[in-house]
T-cell receptor, first 114, second 115 residues
Framework: DGGITQSPKYLFRKEGQNVTLSCEQN?????MYWYRQDPGQGLRLIYY???????QKGDIAEGYSVSREKKESFPLTVTSAQKNPTAFYLC?????????????FGSGTRLTVV | KNQVEQSPQSLIILEGKNCTLQ??????????LRWYKQDTGRGPVSLTI?????NTKSNGRYTATLDADTKQSSLHITASQLSDSASYIC??????????????FGKGTHLIIQP
């Protein structure tokens, strides 16, 4: 079955640590996205990528980094520069970036600072 | 500034009853409007996508309507089931503006179905 897989489901980070969230898709989608979801707020875009080896900052990119070395994979690193990283992180993909393309979301990773 | 407002913020209804969720938006130029269902601790799942020319779209017991003139949409759930308990998110897509991906997300309506 085609889909988008995020791992781990739960992640705990100590102060000052970098952590990496995995996102893999087998839908042959060109575009991939990372969103952050906080209670009572709409999803906010962190980074997106339209093609391999290219990515763009979203609305809240500070303290995060990404890579897109393969079409199927778009990992997100939450760096120590992100001062409030506790949140639910969602990865999504679409056939292409554009207003008319529907998104497929992963099941999310819940990151907690301990 | 593009905005999507959803109401009510939360809703509790009895199993078997119908309900309607509202979405008002100020997004332009409008491309499409999407409704997603998000179970607790899971990713959103698409229910419907409507373009400017569509004013009704159904997906099983879910029916979405769109009034592009008044910039309003509703999601009607018929004969609710316990599995309908979730957050419902309205997302409006613009050809430009909104977030860097052209999408503006509502904060969602949290629906609880009681037996």
């Amino acid at each position: 079955d085609g889909g988008i897989t995020q791992s781990p489901k739960y992640l705990f980070r100590k102060e000052g640590q970098n952590v990496t969230l995995s996102c893999e898709q087998n839908l042959n989608h060109d575009a991939m996205y990372w969103y952050r979801q906080d209670p009572g707020q709409g999803l906010r875009l962190i980074y997106y990528s339209q093609i391999v080896n290219d990515f763009q900052k979203g609305d809240i990119a500070e303290g995060y980094s990404v890579s897109r070395e393969k079409k199927e994979s778009f990992p997100l690193t939450v760096t120590s520069a992100q001062k409030n990283p506790t949140a639910f992180y969602l990865c999504a993909s679409s056939i292409n970036r554009g207003a008319n393309y529907g998104y497929t979301f992963g099941s999310g990773t819940r990151l907690t600072v301990v | 500034k593009n905005q999507v407002e959803q109401s009510p913020q939360s809703l509790i209804i009895l199993e078997g009853k119908n309900c309607t969720l509202q979405c008002n938006y100020t997004v332009s130029p409008f491309s499409n409007l999407r409704w997603y269902k998000q179970d607790t601790g899971r990713g959103p799942v698409s229910l419907t996508i409507m373009t400017f020319s569509e004013n009704t779209k159904s997906n099983g017991r879910y029916t979405a309507t769109l009034d592009a003139d008044t910039k309003q949409s509703s999601l009607h759930i018929t004969a609710s089931q316990l599995s309908d308990s979730a957050s419902y998110i309205c997302v409006v897509s613009a050809y430009s503006g909104g977030g860097a991906d052209g999408l503006t997300f509502g904060k969602g309506t949290h629906l609880i179905i009681q037996p």
